[in-house]
Each structure stands twice: as C-alpha cells, then as structure tokens.
C-alpha cells in the first residue's frame, strides 16, 4: 500500500478495531523528540530491543547501549527488531510524563488490555535508567541499509514501499535543521540539484522541497516557480508547503494559480498556506473556487490503524471560509448542508456557525434532512439545534418524531432525549408534546424481532422524563410493564425497568408501590432485592 497522503479514498465510517492513533508531522517529532540517535540492534524482540548507541544526532545519552519499545502495537503492525539492523531513532526518555504510550496504564486491569508480552515489555523498558520509547508503531523507527535510509519527508509513517535514500543527505538535513550555521549552505545544496530533480525523479524532488520548506527557506527562486507547472502530484504538494515560508506577492499569486489544480489534494495544501494572508485578499479567492474545487482527498483505508487524513480543496475552502468569518460566503455554504457526509456536514456547519447566521438561515436545510432522514446524519442535524438552540426548528424536530417509523433499526429515540433531542428545550411545549407521544409510543405494537425498538423508545422517554421531572408518567409505564412484560426474575434487571426505577424518585404513587411490592415476591437475588428496597426506600422519604 502507497503511503496515506496519496492514497485516495472515499469518506469511511469509525474504525472499529482495538487500538488507533495518529502519527505527528515532522516539524513535532523534530522539535519534541528528546533523542534522535542511529543505532544498532544489538538484543532483537517484536515488542523491545537493545539498540548500541552509534552516533547521536539530538540530545545526550550517558549510556553506550539503550532499550526501546512502542515501536510495534499490541494488536499490529508488529515489528520484530533483529540483531544487526541499523535505524534512526526518534524517542522519549522513560521518565517523561508528557508523552504517553498506550501501554502505559496505571490500571491493575491494564494487563488484560494488551497481550501480555507487550505489556510486559513496555513495562520492562520503562523501569531500564537506559530505557525510551518511540512516538507511535509507525512513526519514529527508519530502517538503515549500509548507506541508505528509509524514509518519507511527506509524512513521519513508515511503509514498506518507501524507496531508500542517502543516509548522509538526511543527516545533513537533520544538522541543517538543529544548526543554523549549517542552513544556509545546505539549502543552496539542495537548490542546485532541484532542477535536474524534477525531471528525472518526481519523488525526490518532492523530499528536497520538504527539506527545504522544514529548514525554513524563504525566497522564490525559478527552480521553485517552474515546479508549479510538475506533472507529478507529490512535487506541487510541496511546493505548496514551502511556498507558505515566503509570504510574498509572488508566491501568493503562484498559490492561487495551485488553488485551481487538478489534484484536491494540492487545492487543499494551496489553501491551507494561502489561509496566512488577509481575509479581505483570499475571501473573494476562496468563495470563488469553491464551487471548482474538488472533494479529492487523503484518508486511510478501513483497516488501517493509523488515523492521519488530509482533507482536500472542497473542505478546506469550506473551513477556511469559516475561519476568516466571511459572510458573504454564507449563500454559497448553506446548501452545502445537504449532503449524506458526516465529515462535509460537520465542516459546513461548524463554519456557519463561526460566521453567524440568522436561526431561521438553518431551517430550509434541517427540514431537508428531517425529510429526507439521512442516515447517519439525523443525530447531528439534533445537535446543532440544540448546540445552537433554534428553537425555531422545534417544529421540523416534532413533525419527525411523530411521523417516523419507531420500528427502524437503529432506533432514532435520542430526537426526544434531554442531551440532544427535543428534550433539550424545557418548555411546556415540550413537555406536552413528550406526553402525548409517548401514549403514542405505548400503543405501538410490539415488534416481532429480536431487537425491541419500542423498549429503546420507551426507555429514552423515561430518562428524559426523570431529567426534565415531569410528574405523572408512572401509570402509563405499569401499564406497559403489565402488558408487554410477564414479571418474571430476568426482567427486574431490563432497562425498561431500571429506568422506571430511576423515575420513581422523581415521581410516584402509591400504585406505584404496590408494584414494587409485588416484584419484591419474586425469587429476587440478594443484589436485585437490595437494589429494589433501596428504590423503595428513596419513594418512602
């Protein structure tokens, strides 16, 4: 697989696997990396190993010999180190507190989180005087052979498909980058082989452009102004990047001409530097591309545990124009609200609001997604009008309760909720209208399928119930209770009933208590009765 930063893929859902991170850019790991050493394996392991100390680059190490961890995660990928090879290290002393592994816990359960020799082996370094750890699985560890190093100034994580360059020329880069002394001379270096670069090796000219944007070169000069016209998609990204060192008339006018690329990714690198002029420059730039630009952007695949993604032209320019608080952009963002994309979604709408814009603006497009019933997009629609309290959408927000299918799977029962429904807002509206529909609600039939949607609904009506203390709901829930439930010992634990529990306090009659007592006959544990007489007791006080 090609690294994350081109590889190109649709928007996907959370990852659901066990461990996920995001690796840092080169400009942290540059700055915060206590050591950057090359060392060699001397003690191999998939989760530790002993590195002899060759040449440090960064920091101080008082010992010839050190141990590492966090260079593999306990669920994948996972390196094993072998005696002989050669690395650059960027690490952590073990005693840092400000930078913490996944395997740290302080939890005596930690142990069953991770697979015990990952556990015990980060635990193992982190108790060595000589003992460090790595950023992350896939960030901090380059692989050395003979004289070349594996490595991507793109991004700080390692592929296997990366090609291996001239370990001196990293580390001049790395003495140019820590040694002002040493800049100016290896820049011009750099400069001087660029032009025969760019048209023999696309990759590498890309690397001298990172070397020279991370070292903080600041003038255009015409190897970098003829770049802008490269075929290669990795060449323009960079430029991008370095031309943000500049900040000049031309290199404006050269990041405009970017902001128009073919590549989203490109567009969107072309407005993350422009986003440094004024607002009242790249405003107009900006709201005018908007509609040309491309959704093309950088994201990791479904199974890939690393989280680092690079949005493209579309969404930057949306964030941007949010940013800069530009309100003639308002017209033009709205619509953009009309999409089945969580990512696009939140974007815009996070931007309108960093505008400001009148409650009734939002009406139009919430009502598209009520009527509409996006998926995946309801839940937020709910919590921008309560985040931004439109109370004027309270009626789009009641129309769809009612008339939606209570019978979906997975149930929507949060629109009626006291943290993001209509629960939100506290009003006798409210109050009234959460009354009638759960009558409604207790004459739904029963579904005929494993997953009960009517105990979800029922449930959520009760918890905003009991939060909101709106009396007089008991008699309804006993009657669900009687009619849809058998009372039996397993059901004094179901969330129908625990909710009901919880409610009591806030409101109950003596009916109520005649129930409880009836329950208390049933073959009860010591724990549910405990639990049951304590219920009662709260009622009695």
Same mark, same amino acid.
């Given at each position: 697989m090609r690294s994350i930063l081109f590889s190109i893929s649709c928007f996907v859902s959370t990852l659901a696997i066990a461990d996920t991170w995001s690796d840092p850019d080169w400009k942290r790991m540059l700055n915060e990396s206590h050591v950057i050493t090359i060392a060699r394996v001397v003690e191999g392991g998939d989760f530790k190993a002993k590195f002899k100390i060759l040449e440090i680059l960064k920091g101080q190490i008082s010992t010839k010999e050190i141990w590492v961890t966090g260079f593999s995660n306990k669920y994948g990928p996972i390196d094993n180190m072998r005696i002989g090879q050669k690395y650059c290290l960027f690490l952590f002393k073990s005693d840092s507190s400000k930078y913490n592994s996944p395997y740290r816990s302080s939890s005596n359960n930690a142990g069953k989180k991770t697979t015990k020799r990952a556990y015990e082996s980060f635990n193992f370094v982190m108790s060595?005087?000589?003992?460090?750890?790595?950023?992350?699985?896939?960030?901090?560890?380059?692989?050395?052979?003979?004289?070349?190093?594996?490595?991507?100034?793109?991004?700080?994580?390692?592929?296997a498909d990366y090609d291996f360059s001239p370990l001196n020329l990293f580390r001049d880069f790395l003495n140019a980058y820590f040694n002002l002394e040493k800049r100016q001379d290896f820049q011009q270096g750099i400069i001087r082989n660029l032009p025969a670069l760019s048209q023999q090796d696309s990759q590498k000219a890309a690397q001298s452009l990172m070397m020279l944007y991370l070292t903080g070169y600041s003038?255009?000069?015409?190897?970098?102004?003829?770049?802008?016209?490269?075929?290669?998609?990795?060449?323009?990204?960079?430029?991008?990047k370095q031309l943000g060192n500049i900040k000049s008339q031309e290199s404006r006018e050269l990041l405009e001409k970017l902001l128009l690329d073919v590549s989203g990714i490109v567009q969107g690198e072309a407005v993350r530097q422009l986003s440094k002029y004024e607002p009242e420059i790249v405003g107009p730039l900006f709201l005018s591309a908007l509609n040309s630009a491309s959704s093309q952007g950088a994201y990791p695949s479904l199974m890939n545990p690393v989280r680092n993604s690079l949005d493209g032209g579309q969404l930057e320019l949306i964030r %941007?124009?949010?940013? #800069?608080?530009?309100?003639?952009?308002? &017209? @033009?963002? $709205? =619509?953009? *609200?009309?999409?089945?994309?969580?990512?696009?979604?939140?974007?815009? %709408?996070?931007?309108? #609001?960093?505008?400001?814009?009148?409650? &009734? @603006?939002? $009406? =139009?497009? *919430?009502?598209?997604?009520?009527?509409?019933?996006?998926?995946?997009?309801?839940?937020?629609?709910?919590?921008?009008?309560?985040?931004? &309290?439109?109370?004027?959408?309270?009626?789009?927000l009641m129309e769809y309760i009612t008339s939606h299918d209570k019978t979906i799977?997975?149930?929507?029962?949060?629109?009626?909720?006291?943290?993001?429904?209509?629960?939100?807002?506290?009003?006798?509206?409210?109050?009234q209208f959460l009354?009638?529909?759960?009558?409604?609600?207790?004459?739904?039939?029963?579904?005929?399928t494993f997953i009960d949607n009517k105990d979800d609904w029922v449930v959520a009506f009760i918890n905003t119930f009991e939060r909101l203390k709106i009396e007089g709901m008991t008699g309804g829930i006993r009657t669900y209770l009687a009619s849809d439930y058998d009372l039996q010992t397993e059901k004094v634990n179901s969330p129908v009933m625990n909710a009901y529990f919880k409610y009591l306090v806030v409101s109950s009659t003596q009916d109520d208590l005649d129930y409880l007592n009836e329950v208390r006959k049933l073959n009860l544990s010591d724990r549910e009765l405990a639990k049951l007489d304590e219920v009662i007791a709260a009622i009695q006080q």
């Open positions: 060595q005087p000589n003992g460090y750890y790595t950023w992350t699985p896939t960030a901090g560890t380059y692989r050395i052979r003979g004289n070349r190093i594996k490595y991507d100034l793109l991004q700080t994580s390692e592929f003038q255009l000069i015409e190897p970098l102004i003829s770049l802008a016209d490269s075929g290669h998609e990795m060449n323009r990204f960079a430029l991008c %941007a124009l949010g940013n #800069i608080q530009y309100q003639e952009a308002t &017209e @033009a963002l $709205l =619509p953009l *609200l009309r999409t089945k994309h969580s990512h696009i979604f939140g974007t815009v %709408a996070n931007s309108l #609001i960093k505008i400001g814009i009148e409650n &009734e @603006a939002w $009406l =139009p497009e *919430l009502e598209w997604h009520f009527n509409n019933d996006t998926a995946g997009q309801i839940l937020r629609v709910c919590r921008l009008i309560t985040k931004q &309290e439109i109370k004027e959408a309270k009626p789009l799977h997975p149930d929507k029962a949060y629109t009626i909720s006291w943290w993001g429904g209509l629960g939100y807002f506290d009003d006798e509206e409210t109050r009354k009638d529909e759960f009558a409604r609600v207790l004459n739904m039939p029963k579904p005929d």
